[in-house]
């Protein structure tokens, strides 16, 4: 999964004000039925309570505001990769919603089986898991969450929102309807 997306503001999306070093922003990732991209707002955390932004709200997380280094344009910024949105939704100085809880929650299984991030147990009181990002050496506690059918079943209605629909499966370009069926393979005989 990789998104391209805008990198952090340096103003208000709402007031236009321009941020302070450490002032708390509350960061948006929506997806506009209008636009074909996700389209990434940030917004201070006094005006987010009044941000209604067109489209579906895929994840939204508070943060402390870190100025770029001048000159930094890197192409690493501006793209949205699963560890990239693992990494910011699951930092430490970020506050976890319980929207995004799911999908972090997803986003660390996805990591784990990729092996870029280890599991390291539990918390003393059971309530989060430990995992190990192998690149920067970081540990992060996800909260612990039982992973059943429904969990699934509502992560992929966020993570369908986030990168699209599926297409529907086709033969030949022509794409299958309810009661067509594939053709049988053709045997080299």
């Known amino acids: 999964m990789e998104l391209n997306l805008q990198p952090l503001s340096t103003v208000c999306h709402v007031t236009q004000d321009a941020f ?15 636009q074909p991209e996700i389209v990434r707002y940030d917004v201070s955390e006094p005006a987010a309570a009044g941000f209604a932004p067109a489209g579906v709200v895929v994840c939204r997380w ?3 505001f870190k100025p770029r280094k001048p000159g930094d344009t890197s192409e ?4 949205l990769t699963a560890e990239t949105l693992f990494l910011t939704l699951a ?4 506050e976890l919603t319980p929207e995004n809880t799911r999908l972090v929650q997803f986003l660390a299984l996805m990591l784990e089986r990729k092996r870029l991030l ?3 147990g539990r918390t003393a ?15 992060f506690e996800i909260p612990a969450g039982d992973l ?3 969990f699934f079943i509502q992560v992929q209605a966020q993570l369908s929102v986030l990168v699209g629909e599926p297409k529907p499966p086709s033969v030949a370009g022509k794409p299958l309807s309810g009661g ?4 049988p393979p053709v045997s080299a005989t």
């Open 91 to 94: 930092d430490p100085s970020a």
């Open 20 to 34: 302070l070093a450490g002032q708390r922003l509350v960061s948006f990732l929506v997806r506009d039925p209008a």
């Open 180 to 183: 067509d069926e594939p053709p």
């Open 118 to 120: 280890k599991p390291r």
């Open 125 to 139: 009181d059971g309530l989060r898991t430990v995992v190990e990002h192998t690149k920067s050496k970081q540990l």
């Open 62 to 64: 508070v943060h402390l």
């Open 76 to 79: 690493k910024t501006l793209k």
């Open 148 to 150: 059943n059918p429904e």
